[in-house]
């Protein structure tokens, strides 16, 4: 999760265009928003808790003069929900000054704090981002280089935008597992997570930063490119992206999110028929599903569960009470699902509280059937690479049959598409995504024991 964006402009309020392109992926992160501003190479950053619209104001935003601006929307994976893990953070080494923003997770982190910290460098946060900002700006080599050389020290997932020595970087790690894409506004260049962001600023998409790549935008405004790492065959963009993360009017490595979606509805009408009176979604994110389907199996479709918008994604809410009271406060079901038999779309089932309480909302409103059908396959293990379940204790699916989570979260039938169907609807060759928590098959190796934990640097040492 967690959302970057970057951008370089002379003429164009470069803090605002920052602001409305979070905005636009307020989906990725809503524990805290971040922009950096760099003016003459002067940095100055504004961060702090909450949404991307409750952090920044018309007066803050007027605040924060430059030519290049990177700004962050953070959902913790590594290190807890507090203000200094907020981002864009700031570090001063004893090279350069690095403004940093990251979408991703490392996953030697334990290690390179240690070395860090043994070297007698300070950090002043908790996250695993600190150390990519750290690597950088302590290494006396150029800029670049700097960032070749701390990539190659990186194990796990970075997509990441920069601003040092006056110029706006962007990497991605070599096997791509979060997205990263460059636009064009006029003559100017901007960067950012997704492509729906690029769309709200009024940016055109030109190309995707690719695995391992580095790209920098420099004084002049050009844009240069060059690989920190070996090109690889195979690259590991996370398959949950397609069916959850992303927003559907994103396009990831070509593929346009929604129509993926449907296409996995479709492929589970085939595998996972059912007869029923009504299809309805789960939202948002089940919506495309939902729809696919419909259409494929030519049963009507109805919304069925009415979400409040002003709620945040309850999976993403980083503490287990606060998810739970979330789906009492985000769904409420109308009144024609009364005496129907409905099929109940979704993206996944991750913990399968809201599907429980879902489904429990459906019957006690009347439906005489609820059967539950999921566009994603079962999610069996741990992510190291950003998505905050890192515990297989925390997973429905882990260690229990379909028919055991059937009979958990109420349904009277429960199937998942098949991980066959999953690739074919992305229009993706498996060596082109990660698939580790649906397979248990990691592209890198992972860590183990302590280092697994969210919170492992938020305890001093006795």
């Not at 700031?90 to 240690?114: D, P």
């Not at 397979?439 to 183990?448: F, G, H, L, W």
């Amino acid at each position: 999760m967690c959302g970057v964006f970057g951008i370089r402009s002379v003429t164009r309020d470069v803090a605002r265009l920052a602001y409305f392109g979070l905005f636009a992926l307020q989906h990725r992160g809503q524990e805290s928003a971040g922009i950096a501003v760099s003016d003459a190479g002067r940095l100055m950053v504004m961060r702090d808790m909450g949404l991307v619209s409750q952090v920044f104001t018309e007066q803050k935003l007027a605040g924060l003069h430059g030519d290049l601006a990177i700004g962050h929307t953070r959902y913790s994976t590594t290190g807890a929900t507090h203000w200094a893990n907020a981002q864009p953070l700031i570090h001063h080494g004893r090279a350069r000054t690095v403004a940093l923003g990251h979408n991703g997770n490392i996953v030697n982190a334990t290690e390179l704090r240690s070395e860090l910290v043994e070297a007698g460098i300070k950090l002043g946060s908790t996250s695993d981002s600190e150390l990519i900002a750290a690597l950088i700006a302590h290494d006396e080599a150029p800029l670049e280089q700097a960032i070749a050389n701390a990539m190659r020290r990186l194990v796990g997932a970075y997509s990441c935008v920069a601003l040092a020595e006056g110029e706006l970087v962007a990497f991605r790690d070599p096997l791509g597992f979060r997205p990263l894409c460059v636009g064009r506004i006029g003559d100017d260049w901007c960067v950012a997570s997704e492509s729906c962001a690029l769309d709200l600023v009024g940016a055109a998409y030109e190309r995707d930063v690719a695995p391992g790549e580095i790209v920098v935008i420099d004084e002049s405004g050009e844009l240069r490119v060059s690989d920190a790492a070996a090109h690889r065959p195979e690259s590991a963009l996370c398959i949950f992206e397609y069916f959850y993360l992303a927003r559907p009017d994103s396009r990831l490595d070509a593929v346009e999110v929604h129509g993926a979606r449907v296409r996995m509805g479709e492929r589970l009408a085939a595998e996972a028929p059912a007869e029923a009176d009504l299809v309805m979604p789960i939202p948002d994110s089940g919506t495309p599903a939902a729809i696919g389907f419909s259409r494929a199996s030519g049963i009507p479709f109805s919304e069925g569960l009415i979400k409040n918008r002003y709620v945040g994604r309850t999976f993403i809410q980083p503490d287990q009470g606060l998810r739970q009271l979330g789906v009492k406060l985000k769904f409420n079901p109308l009144a024609e699902v009364r005496g129907q038999r409905i099929v109940a779309v979704d993206d996944s089932i991750v913990r399968g509280n809201t599907t429980k309480q879902i489904v429990q909302m459906l019957f006690d409103s009347g439906a005489a059937e609820v059967h539950i059908r999921i566009s994603s396959p079962p999610v069996i293990s741990q992510c190291y690479y950003g998505i905050d379940f890192a515990d297989e204790d925390e997973l429905i699916a882990a260690n229990r049959t379909v028919e055991e989570i059937r009979q958990h979260i109420g349904a009277t039938s429960l199937a998942y598409i098949s991980l066959e169907g999953l690739q074919e609807s992305i229009l993706r060759p498996e060596s082109a995504v990660c698939r580790a928590c649906l397979t248990r098959k990691y592209p890198t190796a992972v860590p183990t024991g302590s280092a697994t934990a969210k919170l492992k640097f938020e305890i001093t040492p006795a």
